[in-house]
């Protein structure tokens, strides 16, 4: 027997002078009124916790702020865990690669079909493809920000992901290299700044 999978899906919130950014949204509002669509497998191996509580627009009404408050969404990729939560942020403008953008609309492969939930976006968000080209920057190949006016935060397509953890005093090593393309978001000044130190 397949014993239940321990995962997350870290959220990660950014207030600028202007505005809320959410770097993905986890399983939203509608997943928890809609367990089905999630899938079986999904359901019945990674056992999410379909709680109100844990989900982004919730977490950040806790803070004070309301989910309009959240005017840029960054999805590091639309799998059903990473996107779930997009139809509670109906005003947001939402950035993603477009590769990863044309592999969750196509959906042809069985592996396609059970990353990506079309229910999940039913709602016709605000899409912001983003090329996976763009400038070097620090050993990174194709550095872009999201937009003209938030030149802070900048997003890097990487296709091909190691990803290497310790768990349970064992090394791991996860490689991502069918994803279409992942984006990894970082600040701008905060790298800066490391590489003068």
């Known amino acids: 027997m397949i014993s239940p999978a321990k995962m997350i899906c870290h959220c990660l919130l950014i207030e600028t002078d202007k505005k809320l950014i959410l770097v993905d949204t986890g399983l939203g509002s509608r997943d928890l009124a809609h367990p089905d669509g999630l899938g079986q497998i999904f359901r019945k191996i990674i056992r999410p916790k379909l709680s109100p509580g844990e989900t982004a627009a919730r977490q950040i009404k806790k803070l004070g702020f309301g989910t309009e408050d959240v005017r840029q969404i960054i999805l590091t990729h639309l ?98 290299n069918k994803f279409p393309s992942v984006y990894l978001i970082t600040y701008k000044s905060a790298v800066e700044g490391f590489a003068k130190a």
Do not use: C
Not at 87 to 104: I, K, L, Q, R, T
Not at 115 to 131: E, T
């Open 79 to 176: 799998d059903l865990d990473h996107a779930g939560g997009l139809s509670d942020f109906p005003d947001a403008e939402v950035h993603v690669s477009g590769p990863e953008y044309d592999s969750a609309m196509a959906a042809s492969s069985f592996r396609d079909k059970f990353r990506y939930r079309p229910f999940q976006w039913s709602h016709n968000p605000m899409w912001k493809m983003h090329d996976i080209q763009g400038e070097k920057w620090f050993g990174f190949e194709a550095v872009r920000a999201i937009d003209n006016k938030e030149t802070e935060i900048l997003l890097i397509p990487w296709r091909d992901i190691t990803i290497r953890t310790v768990e349970s005093s064992q090394f791991v090593e996860f490689r991502f």
